[in-house]
């Protein structure tokens, strides 16, 4: 599986192949209708209280920790791999200006390391 990570408000692609927003808030200024997703996967985003804290200390590493426990004892997570099985190609998306320090890089390592597991 290849995915591949951008923001929200990037143009829309025929390559990004099934869409999934991976951000727990709706991104700002787009209406829901003009973003073109697939599926909107907020059950598996950073919790609230995590996102505050990186926010507040900005500690990536701390929060990548954090985050990948969150992600592993999330049953939740463990439908999202199911769901992404037959998809060849999904995009995560997300409204952080930043995609290197977001959860996006943690989410996407997290789904390879545990779709090898499940298949």
């Known amino acids: 599986m290849k995915i591949q990570l951008k923001r929200v408000y990037e ?12 951000d727990r808030l709706w991104p700002r200024g787009i209406k829901k209708e003009a973003l073109h997703l697939d599926f909107w996967a907020k059950e598996v985003a950073p919790s609230t209280a ?12 701390d929060f990548k920790a954090d985050y990948t426990q969150e992600l592993l004892a999330n ?6 791999l199911e769901m ?8 995560l998306l997300t409204a952080s200006k930043l995609i290197e ?8 390592e997290a789904i390879s ?3 090898l597991k499940t298949s």
Do not use: C, M, W
């Not at 977001?102 to 989410?107: F, Y």
């Open 84 to 91: 992404l099985k037959p998809h060849k190609v999904i995009t």
């Open 113 to 115: 390391r545990n779709s």
């Open 50 to 61: 995590l996102r505050k804290r990186y926010h507040q200390d900005g500690k990536f590493e």
């Open 11 to 22: 143009t829309e692609s025929p390559e990004d192949g099934f869409r999934i927003l991976a």
């Open 101 to 108: 320090k977001s959860a996006l890089p943690i989410l996407k």
């Open 75 to 80: 049953p939740a997570f463990a439908s999202f």
